[in-house]
């Protein structure tokens, strides 16, 4: 069974605070992606990396950023936190060709 | 890029009656549809996919039609129960990348018992 796990669930922060979540996958695979899902714009890819310390950007990636120094993990750092950026973010990892596995989810506040 | 349009964003049925999710896409080389299903306080699940080379998938009370030349897709779900409520996205890859997927904006099925 795929296990994909991020670091909080529930996350609030102030505006202009430099925020990190994490994402930790247990199955080796090549492909992470991070995602935000807001009510009616379904899901958003922000940014994804196909192997370590590679990584490209999705459809969205202004103030945001990636980190990928291990295969199984990968993390979104948001350098100054504002309001529009609260929002669920959701991280998913794949092998090529197949199928996304996501993870429960961080439901980030910015207050 | 990819764009996916998903219709209706809402979809109310009664137990037991059949529901249609219609997604179409842009891009004539995507090759790659999946559907995914998010129960309310979950994370989206796989529920079926389907490659540009068959036309349709089934699997139970669920299946997958595309048709390739009007580049649309769409999710039948027959004999609905109460636990098919979510919500539902379709999502399709675009033929310049291996890895990206581009997501409609989801529909939230609710079955009424």
């Known amino acids: 069974d795929v296990k994909v796990t991020q670091s909080s669930r529930y996350l609030v922060k102030r505006t202009g605070e430099k925020v990190f979540l994490e994402c930790v996958q247990d199955m080796d695979h090549e492909n992470m992606f991070w995602y935000r899902q807001d009510p009616g714009l379904g899901l958003r890819l922000i940014y994804f990396?196909?192997?370590?310390?590679?990584?490209e950007k999705g459809d969205i990636p202004e103030g945001y950023s990636v980190s990928r120094e291990k295969k199984e993990r990968f993390s979104l750092i948001l350098e100054s936190a504002s309001t529009n950026q609260t929002s669920m973010y959701l991280c998913a990892t794949s092998l090529t060709y197949n199928e996304q596995f996501f993870g429960p989810g961080t439901r980030l506040t910015v207050l | 890029g990819e764009n996916v349009e998903q219709h209706p964003s809402t979809l109310s049925v009664q137990e037991g009656d059949s529901a249609v999710i219609k997604c179409t896409y842009s891009?004539?080389?995507?090759?790659?549809f999946p559907w995914y299903k998010q129960e309310l306080g979950k994370r989206p699940q796989l529920i079926i996919d389907?490659?540009?080379?068959?036309g349709e998938k089934k699997d139970q009370r669920i299946a997958v039609t595309l048709n390739k030349t009007a580049k649309h897709f769409s999710l039948h779900i027959t004999e609905t129960q109460p636990e098919d409520s979510a919500v539902y996205f379709c999502a399709a890859r675009g033929g310049g990348s291996n890895y990206k997927l581009t997501f409609g904006k989801g529909t939230l099925l609710t079955v009424n018992p």
């Open positions: 990396s196909y192997d370590v310390k590679m990584k």
């Open positions: 389907i490659r540009s080379n068959v």
């Open positions: 891009d004539s080389a995507s090759n790659y």
